[in-house]
């Protein structure tokens, strides 16, 4: 039994409130104590996640313009960044916990994605 359990119709349905939560969470826990940065790199990495989703070939993007493939290569490349942004910009406390626990997950559901639905090599 494989632990690659996340289809691509799993993922669709992830995208959407996650790019949202990457919007809002920050103003809700009060991010940006440590630096202002902690704040507005999830906001813009949710509009950003939000327009990937709308743009991607799967059945709840709309203008199906990019492949699953692609998406997959830039939540990785999200992940990777936001474990990094703590020591890159010096994130401390909450804003540091935010970030490497959203960066574990991201890397998490990609790394548990099903080969058989165009997974990330």
Not at 45 to 72: E, Q
């Amino acid at each position: 039994m494989s632990l690659r359990f996340v289809t691509r119709n799993i993922h669709a349905y992830l995208d959407y409130p996650v790019a949202i939560a990457l919007m809002a969470l920050p103003f809700v826990l009060g991010l940006g104590q440590s630096n202002p940065m902690a704040l507005w790199l999830s906001v813009v990495t949710g509009i950003a996640a939000f327009v990937l989703t709308v743009l991607t070939d799967h059945h709840l993007g709309i203008w199906k313009v990019l492949p699953y493939r692609v998406h997959l290569g830039v939540d990785l490349l999200v992940g990777v960044v936001f474990l990094a942004a703590p020591s890159l910009f010096g994130f401390q406390g909450l804003d540091a916990i935010f970030y490497w626990l959203n960066g574990a997950a991201v890397v998490a559901v990609i790394s548990l994605s099903a080969p058989e639905q165009e997974a990330f090599a």
